[in-house]
């Protein structure tokens, strides 16, 4: 259509540089989505990329976390003479704790309340058992000189190392009769006097072992009297543990301060919580709150680990 038809009809012309406008805002509107959509692409699949390597990450220290978990449960219960299929204690305890997270969540607890349930669910077991062997090695201490004694008197009386081990274990309850009982079927089946002592002292790793093991280890390569040497470590041993106890006794005073100072909060939010009806949400429910929880948990945990450390050392010298 002519410039002058167009004119007549009313239609205005297009100039060329309103064309040449037109063409170049079309392409710089497909440039632009070109753009838009080129950095979508790269970002979803950076996206994919990170949330796989997470996902591979977070697999295999699972798979760390489960196979030390089986291994220190495994190695715990051997030392507590308990025999079980550690194989089935991670899966249970997973279930354990995903059934406590979501029971949770139903029950209207906060995520990070589910969260630190969850957790405590897949490390109380581990704790349990350490406690429990930590227990066994005070019972094993507290025996040891009695058990010592009764040694003594058997080698005076003329019997073998070996005989009187059997004895030990006939008439001394657990944990000690267990212990020196691995030591007798050793010295039985060919093992040496001394790796079986050092196969003890790696079980049962305290003081009174480690001196039990030089004295009869000293009185057999230099022929010396064991019995004599038995009764004068036991009663080295006896006099060490009426120290031990009297040092226990002067810490539980601040043992009893301890917990009286670290309960003190707890209870501060319970009556809190008790005048205020807003208090408690605005502490689970709120970011601040829960990091002032989770502030609080990590330095009340860490003031009992440091406490117990100097009532160690205190007891131990």
Known sequence: MSRWIRIG????PRLPEADHMANRKEFMS?????????????AGVSTGLLTLSVQRSFVRAMQRYRERYTH????NLRDLYVFLDVKLLWP?????AVTV???????????FIAVLLAVTCLTAPGLLIRYAKS???KRFEGQLPDALQSLSSSLSAGTSLVSGLQMLVQYSPAPLAQEFSVVAREIRLGVS?????????????????????ATMMVAVQTGGPMADMLSRTASSLVSEHQVQQRAQALMSQGWMQAWVMGCLPVGL????????????????QTTPGQLLLLTLGVLEGLGLLWLRRIAHQVAHG
């Not at 249970?92 to 354990?96: K, Q, S, T």
């Not at 997270?101 to 995520?111: K, T, V």
């Not at 005048?275 to 949400?281: H, N």
């Open 269 to 284: 939010m319970m009556v809190l919580a008790q005048m205020d009806d807003r208090f408690w949400p605005m502490l689970v």
């Open 101 to 111: 997270f979501f029971f949770s969540l139903w029950l209207g607890a906060n995520g």
């Open 9 to 12: 009809l009313g239609i205005k």
């Open 30 to 42: 497909d440039e632009m989505d070109m753009g838009r959509l080129t950095i979508l692409l790269c």
């Open 92 to 96: 249970a305890m997973a279930w354990l």
């Open 72 to 75: 220190d449960a495994a190695h």
């Open 135 to 137: 227990r066994r090695l």
């Open 193 to 213: 006097l001394e790796n079986a002592l050092q196969h003890l002292m790696m079980r049962m790793p305290c003081p009174g072992v480690r001196a039990v093991g």
